[in-house]
């Protein structure tokens, strides 16, 4: 089995970070937004360890901080790759922790119900990743479930959305996996996030995969007698046809192969596809490991091999792409809870603004959480639905929590100067009948996440539409 795998960087096109269009980032942040930035970890590319060091095989899902394999219903599928499966896989490996139970999981309808347009519908594995970075992810013990409750339910109580806050995502990235360099440099993520320490066993990544699962029996292998892992079954390349599937790799096996071509032997040195050269796309031997959320019984064990040449599509290019994410803990420092009800949640504005200087009426600096504004991060296909603000037919007030702390970074030394906080409701002119305020008003936290204080609004209550309603509160000096 030597020589399963090059064992060396070539010079062909090594580890790139890319930004294919539609899937890998929100065209609303421009063509210049890097989805790294705020990431502590190395970038793609910037290191390129000794690849002799990874073993021929590595399975993450085997670890404890993997949750079960789910059976998703409907369009959910993104948000189980990317946040019920990686997210949380990755949190629990920050935090040192198991996935084990509810308080260590983190829900696929959180994000989901933030961009379905309160509609079954497929997502990106980025929507999730930013909803972890705008708002962030609630605990599946906290938000009560993983899937399956009404499409477009949002949950209602403070508590959720404030531990939400504390769960992010710092960046991520997408990359190609269409040379055998950049198949190491994804190998390596798997293995030790490319990030070997002397003495330290280093837990390795997730990836998140974008398939096409249509005709899925013309291409899907089962190992015959008598050959390594006989009996398992593989993804010889993606569905000629069909429909797009988020799911998640779980690790690799170099030994792992088929007769791709029935030449009677398993190769990577030979032309394969008979195009004349030999590539990745000849690859016979190497797979990842690839977990479903169809089930823990699709597939025998709700896992599968994909040849790593499979991913060499040029008529899927969804499938070209791996995707990974960093997560962080985050302390809010400050947030505002409220209590609204509104008929149409795609139709609200609000901007919450803070001010040094008690007569003034703009604010200094200015924040419109993306979740009160219809999540314009990623445009109008992508928003929140044009239903009430609890969910479909759902008129109860909800409450809720956003996020304060950037605008107290704004600040910076000036917040502990008396302060203005100003509040902006009003609504678009889709928004038929007004909205309205139950309550408002600002907690604050200490460094360690502690509670220290609430104070109300002075006016907590009243309607808005087109015309703005605008509440304020001055914070004393220290406060
Ligand atoms: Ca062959
Ligand atoms: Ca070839």
Request: charged share 25%; net charge negative.
């Amino acid at each position: 089995m030597a020589g399963v795998v090059n064992i060396s960087w070539s010079q062909e096109v090594g580890p790139q970070v890319a930004y294919p269009r539609p899937f890998s980032r929100p065209p609303a942040m421009g063509k210049d937004y890097d989805t790294w930035q705020d990431a502590k970890g190395p970038d793609i590319g910037e290191a390129r360890p000794d690849i002799g060091r990874l073993p021929s095989r590595v399975d993450n899902s085997d670890r404890p901080e993997f949750p079960p394999i789910y059976k998703q219903k409907g369009g959910a599928c993104g948000q189980f790759a990317s946040v019920a499966s990686i997210f949380t896989y990755e949190m629990n490996v920050l935090n040192g922790t198991k996935a084990d139970s509810d308080a260590t999981r983190f829900p696929a309808d959180f994000s989901w119900n933030m961009i379905n347009e309160s509609k079954n519908q497929g997502s990106e594995a980025y929507h999730g990743w930013e909803v972890a970075k705008q708002h962030g992810i609630p605990t599946v013990k906290s938000f009560g479930y993983v899937h399956g409750e009404k499409i477009g339910k949002w949950p209602n109580g403070y508590a959720i959305w404030r531990e939400a806050m504390e769960y992010r995502v710092a960046g991520y990235r997408y990359t190609p996996a269409v040379t055998a360099d950049q198949v190491h440099e994804a190998r390596g993520w798997l293995f030790d996030r490319n990030q070997p320490e002397p003495g330290k066993k280093t837990a390795g990544g997730l990836l998140a995969l974008d398939g096409r699962m249509g005709s899925l029996k013309q291409v899907t292998r089962t190992i015959p007698e008598g050959q390594y892992l006989a009996g398992e079954e593989l993804w010889v390349r993606w569905g000629p046809d069909g429909f797009g599937h988020g799911i998640t790799c779980v690790g690799y096996d170099d030994q792992v192969g088929f007769d791709v071509n029935g030449d009677g032997i398993i190769t990577n040195d030979r032309d394969a596809n008979g195009d004349g050269q030999v590539t990745l796309a000849d690859w016979e031997r190497g797979a990842y490991i690839v977990v479903n959320s169809w089930g823990e019984k699709w597939s025998k064990d709700g896992k599968i091999y994909l040849l790593y040449s499979a991913m060499v599509d040029p008529t899927w290019e969804r499938g070209n792409y791996l995707g990974r994410a960093e997560v962080c803990r985050a302390i809010p420092r400050a947030t505002l809870k409220l209590t609204l009800s509104c008929e149409n949640r795609a139709a609200l504005r609000v901007s919450i603004g803070v001010s040094t200087d008690p007569n003034a009426t703009k604010p200094q600096y200015e924040i419109e959480p993306q979740v009160l504004n219809g999540w314009p991060l990623f445009g109008k296909k992508r928003s929140v639905g044009e239903v009430p603000l609890a969910g479909p037919d759902d008129p109860t007030p909800l409450e809720m929590g956003v996020d304060l702390t950037p605008l107290w970074e704004k600040l910076g030394a000036d917040a502990q100067k008396a302060t203005r906080l100003m509040v902006r409701f009003h609504g678009t002119d889709a928004l038929k009948s007004p909205a309205q305020l139950h309550a408002c008003a600002l907690r604050r936290y200490d460094a360690s996440g502690r509670f220290l204080h609430e104070t109300p609004f002075p006016k907590q209550q009243g309607t808005f539409a087109e015309t703005p309603l605008l509440i304020d509160l001055t914070i004393p000096e220290g406060g």
